[in-house]
């Protein structure tokens, strides 16, 4: 590499070595090598691009197509005036690859693009369709961010989907009787970005002329049919509600969704669920909606096709109504439970950034969890049946589960779910009981967990269990009395001796923290009656195991187990001022 | 946009891989191994599409088709159009057997260069910038006569100098 920047200063024609200049920057292992690579990669582009006046425009080709795959965004400023002089060139070739290296430093660097965008706009105009087609590419990815300035777009995307459409490009672009899908399909999704409203009368006729040319085309013509549903989705929803109601295909793009769903074709029918997934629910009409989609939507849902099933899944969450949700959710835990854990996949990136790694997409298994969550508190059919479905899910959840999710559960709880199935006032004190029975029936213990990984730490405790059950014995442990329906009920006393046991047997520090906020919220709610001698014994005889203890190694476990003494601490107060 | 080309054979042996994306070395042997493992698995009756959506950092589908002994498999973006991604497949597929005279896979081991060509003149970027057969077939033809001159022109000098 030194040798090749040496050969440069020299003045020798070197070109051959930018690709070698640009793979030693992106990889050098060391400093030394990124620099060189980097500086390398300086010297020859500039070089490059001064070439523009030469007329083998091969090189310049070759400078362009290296510069759109870089992703060193500290080269750019120098090379985006040299590529916009490149937009004017005489050669096609060399204009269209000007156009992807912008789109390639506008992904990198916004700003640094924008001022330019008039003159890019004009290469939508240009004669050349691969070079306009270059130019769409462009505004597709800009539009995302910038749709108020692309407004003046519209005009120019209508036309030249016009043009398309009616078949006025030259006759290479025929691809299977079908004219230039690549370019109808850019039209329209940049279309669909930018008609959010008012403007989507104007874009109407025209999608609807590229969906009837579609209609009577073969196999790449269900891609443009795709693309089309999906822009018309995105309009203003009166347009697509007005088109719903009519059975004649030629008006109707909706009555394509069976043509596709109940298709022999794989790929049809997992494009047909996709589309009914992002139709609007009010647009569903008895005119399209016909029996064979039904069909066709169950077979989904069985299919041994991965894929497929999952898409049928996520339709079968927006169809959810009172009387399927159980049977929907049902089937939501199934897939839930089959999914495998984020961890397991991922392999080597470690089990030490899994608790709390921000990540930008939620991973399917979280995907369906919330899914599950919101389903059963819009739809539940009762609230013994939301509480069972709750347990089964803390227990039984994997590490999906976390103290978010239980605080999700929380607040459900305290300010009432929006089922109508549900009796809110009975919510939380039914939750108390299940509760205390749930404590019994583990023995007090919650650091077994001999339902799930047997294999892998089994002296884990697991945290979300806890949380919610000492958190509504702590919230609505007194209320319990109020409802008498059980043969035992639990009055306070008892409620606060099994949070004792509780402490005595567990001894992560995690959940003895929890406990100790129960009982300190209980035996306030308490006053004034004094809380029974032994609780307060045991409390004690804890906090001071605790202080005798070796310190532990880790910081973490040392910050709970001062947590655990705080509590300690304040519960003792407390108890003291009932007994004053 | 296409996130990545990876094209291998049945008994799960790369030929040819493209990245459109920065990843690291790590990252991008993970995910082709990922991909290719369930790829394989996937019977003839299954639909060409497959959702990737396990690892936190991504999340995109993969489209495949299988020609002869080759998977060609695209690495798609979450909200594209798979019908157009399964069509610019098989067109650079039809620009490659236009380009090497029916082409089979021997063509693309020996020659992996000319198929990084044809795959560079039709896919800029992660999209498709050239989607005419003849066009592509062309320039990559021009380019191959341009390396032939300027290397009988170069072995001349050296000649002269020797």
Redesign the interface.
């Known amino acids: 590499m030194l040798r090749l920047i040496y050969g440069e200063m020299m003045g020798q024609d070197v070109q051959f070595g930018a690709i070698y200049a640009l793979k030693l920057a992106q990889s050098g292992q060391t400093v030394a090598e990124k620099r060189a690579g980097y500086l390398a990669c300086y010297l020859l582009l500039q070089e490059g691009n001064e070439l523009n006046i030469i007329s083998n425009y091969h090189h310049v080709v070759v400078a362009l197509v290296t510069l759109c795959n870089m992703t060193l965004p500290d080269v750019i400023p120098s090379m985006v005036s040299h590529v916009l002089a490149a937009l004017s060139h005489t050669h096609e070739s060399v204009r269209k690859r000007a156009l992807v290296a912008l789109k390639n430093f506008y992904t990198l660097d916004t700003d640094l693009v924008f001022p330019y965008l008039d003159r890019i706009k004009d290469s939508l105009y240009d004669p050349e369709p691969s070079v306009m087609s270059a130019a769409l590419g462009f505004f597709a990815i800009a539009v995302k961010d910038h749709a108020g300035e692309m407004k003046e777009l519209v005009p120019a995307l209508i036309r030249i989907l016009q043009q398309v459409v009616d078949g006025k490009l030259p006759k290479g672009y025929l691809y299977h009787g079908m004219a230039a899908p690549w370019i109808q399909i850019r039209c329209l999704m940049i279309m669909a970005q930018l008609g959010h409203d008012d403007l989507s009368a104007a874009m109407t006729p025209v999608v609807l002329r590229a969906f009837q040319k579609a209609s009577q085309g073969v196999d790449a013509a269900f891609g443009v049919l795709f693309e089309v549903l999906r822009t018309l989705n995105s309009f203003h929803p009166s347009i697509i509600l007005e088109l719903c109601q009519s059975k004649d295909a030629a008006r109707n793009p909706l009555l394509t969704i069976p043509r596709f769903a109940t298709s022999t074709n794989p790929n049809l029918k997992y494009l047909g669920i996709s589309m009914l997934c992002q139709v609007n629910p009010d647009a569903w009409s008895d005119a399209w909606w016909t029996e064979d989609l039904l069909k066709a939507v169950v077979e989904a849902l069985e299919s041994r096709d991965a894929a497929i099933q999952k898409r049928a899944l996520d339709l079968l969450y927006r169809m959810l109504t009172m009387e399927n949700a159980q049977n929907i959710i049902e089937r939501l835990v199934f897939a839930y439970f089959q999914e495998q854990d984020d961890v397991q996949g991922s392999g080597g990136v470690g089990s030490q950034q899994q608790q709390q790694m921000p990540s930008s997409f939620p991973s399917r298994k979280e995907k369906i969890l919330g899914q599950i969550l919101d389903a059963a508190e819009r739809f539940g059919p009762s609230e013994e049946w939301y509480l069972s479905l709750i347990f089964d899910l803390l227990v039984r959840g994997g590490s999906t589960i976390t103290l978010q999710t239980t605080e999700k559960i929380m607040s459900v709880i305290e300010q009432g779910a929006r089922s109508l199935g549900y009796d809110n006032s009975r919510l939380p004190i039914l939750a108390a009981q299940q509760s205390m029975k749930f404590l019994v029936q583990q023995d007090f213990s919650l650091s077994s967990t001999s339902h799930n990984h047997p294999m892998t730490s089994p002296r884990q405790p697991a945290p979300a269990v806890a949380y919610f059950v000492f958190w509504t014995l702590g919230e609505y442990g007194d209320k319990m009395t109020a409802i008498a329906e059980e043969n035992d009920e639990y009055d306070l006393s008892a409620v606060l001796e099994v949070l004792a046991r509780c402490l005595l047997v567990n001894q992560d520090p995690l959940i003895q923290s929890f406990v100790l906020s129960a009982l300190t919220k209980l035996s306030i709610k308490a006053l004034p009656n004094p809380i029974p001698v032994s609780i307060t014994t045991v409390v004690r005889q804890q906090c001071q195991n605790r202080t005798t203890t070796a310190p532990p190694a880790a910081a973490a476990s040392l910050l709970t187990v001062i947590d655990v003494q705080q509590r300690a601490a304040e519960f003792l107060m407390v108890a003291d001022l009932a007994i004053s | ?1 296409i996130n990545f080309i990876i094209i291998f054979n049945r008994q799960g042996k790369i030929r040819l891989t493209r990245w ?1 994306q ?1 990843m690291t ?2 990252q991008k042997a ?1 995910l082709s191994q990922d991909v290719v493992t369930q790829i394989l698995a ?2 003839r ?7 990737l ?7 995109g589908k993969a489209i495949y088709k299988r020609y002869a002994s080759l998977f060609f498999c695209f690495g798609i973006d979450w909200n594209d ?4 991604g ?3 497949l098989h ?1 650079y597929v039809e620009c490659l057997d236009q380009y090497f005279g029916n082409v089979c896979e021997l063509d693309i081991i020996y020659n992996y260069s000319a198929a990084y060509q044809v795959m ?1 003149e039709m896919l ?2 992660g ?9 592509v077939v062309k ?1 990559c033809k ?2 191959d006569k ?1 390396e032939e001159s300027d290397s009988i022109v170069h072995n001349l000098r050296a000649s002269n100098i020797a």
């Not at chain 2, 009756?45 to 959702?51: Q, T």
């Not at chain 2, 959506?53 to 999340?59: D, V, Y």
């Not at chain 2, 159009?81 to 157009?84: C, H, V, W």
Request: contains cysteine.
């Open positions: 946009m459109y920065y070395d790590k993970s996937r019977k009756g299954m639909c060409n599409i497959l959702e959506e396990g690892r936190r950092e991504t999340r159009n798979e019908l157009s399964l069509e610019v067109k560079d800029l970027g999209h498709a910038q050239e989607t005419n057969k003849k066009v320039h021009g380019f341009l």
